[in-house]
């Protein structure tokens, strides 16, 4: 029987008095890949923030059970340490340190060890090739003057150093040109063919999936995830839009 890694009961959340997610279930079983799909404003970003553990959401129902323990009331922090990863769709600039620093403290946070900075740059450098990344970008502050494309790159690099248990991309492939997600979905590929983890992808596009095995599609709309199918569903959102889930 397979593992669970996560598993999302009932699940309703509220922002700043409203109502965001209505009783929401999913189950992601340990190196399976997961779609949520839906429209704009569904609750996509909301679930994947909640999960993370984002302060501001206040969840009013339900549990969010991972690796079989509830995790309702734990802190980013601590989810972050205990192997669950989330992308952004804008990811932030942090002025005053490197990618090199950020992510070698990162890892060093998740794994409770500090690793050689020469073993450290290696595994990097072989990171940043796979992203096709400029390897001065080692160097340089992290995503200060990146364009929106090497934001999302590094984003990508992050996934592939701290090899998560659950990793949640969130609109990965939002304002990237049709080269830039061929080499991102490069390395969503290479962390998938390694099986080291569990991947939750949120998006409304699908130009991401094209090189990837979905285990599973969900349709959020209005809060609520109203259908769940295998990766036909995916053929079925490009041909048809998601009018008939609307109502």
Same mark, same amino acid.
């Given at each position: 029987?397979?593992?669970?890694?996560?598993?999302?009961?009932?699940?309703?959340?509220?922002?700043?008095?409203?109502?965001?997610?209505?009783?929401?279930?999913?189950?992601?079983?340990?190196?399976?890949?997961?779609?949520?799909?839906?429209?704009?404003?569904?609750?996509?970003?909301?679930?994947?923030?909640?999960?993370?553990?984002?302060?501001?959401?206040?969840?009013?129902?339900?549990?969010?059970?991972?690796?079989?323990?509830?995790?309702?009331?734990?802190?980013?922090?601590?989810?972050?340490?205990?192997?669950?990863?989330?992308?952004?769709?804008?990811?932030?600039?942090?002025?005053?340190?490197?990618?090199?620093?950020?992510?070698?403290?990162?890892?060093?946070?998740?794994?409770?060890?500090?690793?050689?900075?020469?073993?450290?740059?290696?595994?990097?450098?072989?990171?940043?090739?796979?992203?096709?990344?400029?390897?001065?970008?080692?160097?340089?502050?992290?995503?200060?003057?990146?364009?929106?494309? !090497?934001?999302? #790159?590094?984003?990508?690099?992050? +996934? %592939?150093?701290?090899?998560?248990?659950?990793? @949640? $991309? =969130?609109?990965?492939?939002?304002?990237?040109?049709?080269?830039?997600?061929?080499?991102?979905?490069?390395?969503?590929? !290479?962390?998938? #063919?390694?099986?080291?983890?569990? +991947? %939750?992808?949120?998006?409304?596009?699908?130009? @991401? $999936? =094209?090189?990837?095995?979905?285990?599973?599609?969900?349709?959020?709309?209005?809060?609520?995830?109203?259908?769940?199918?295998?990766?036909?569903?995916?053929?079925?959102?490009?041909?048809?839009?998601?009018?008939?889930?609307?109502?």
């Amino acid at each position: 029987m397979a593992e669970k890694i996560l598993e999302i009961k009932n699940l309703s959340v509220n922002a700043e008095d409203k109502e965001i997610l209505h009783n929401v279930n999913l189950t992601i079983n340990s190196g399976e890949v997961h779609v949520l799909m839906g429209p704009n404003g569904a609750g996509k970003s909301t679930l994947g923030n909640v999960i993370m553990g984002n302060p501001a959401y206040t969840v009013t129902g339900g549990e969010i059970i991972y690796k079989g323990e509830v995790i309702n009331e734990t802190p980013v922090n601590e989810r972050a340490k205990n192997g669950i990863f989330l992308s952004f769709q804008n990811p932030v600039e942090v002025p005053g340190i490197t990618v090199t620093n950020f992510i070698r403290s990162a890892y060093a946070a998740k794994t409770g060890e500090r690793v050689k900075l020469w073993d450290f740059k290696k595994k990097l450098t072989e990171a940043m090739e796979i992203l096709q990344m400029d390897k001065a970008y080692a160097d340089r502050d992290m995503n200060a003057g990146f364009s929106g494309g !090497e934001k999302k #790159k590094t984003e990508i690099l992050q +996934l %592939l150093m701290l090899k998560p248990d659950l990793a @949640i $991309l =969130d609109e990965t492939d939002s304002g990237l040109d049709v080269d830039a997600v061929k080499t991102v979905s490069k390395g969503i590929e !290479e962390f998938v #063919k390694k099986g080291e983890g569990s +991947l %939750l992808i949120i998006t409304h596009s699908t130009r @991401i $999936l =094209d090189a990837l095995k979905v285990d599973r599609t969900h349709i959020i709309v209005d809060g609520r995830i109203v259908t769940s199918s295998d990766d036909s569903l995916i053929g079925e959102v490009n041909n048809s839009g998601f009018e008939k889930y609307l109502n």
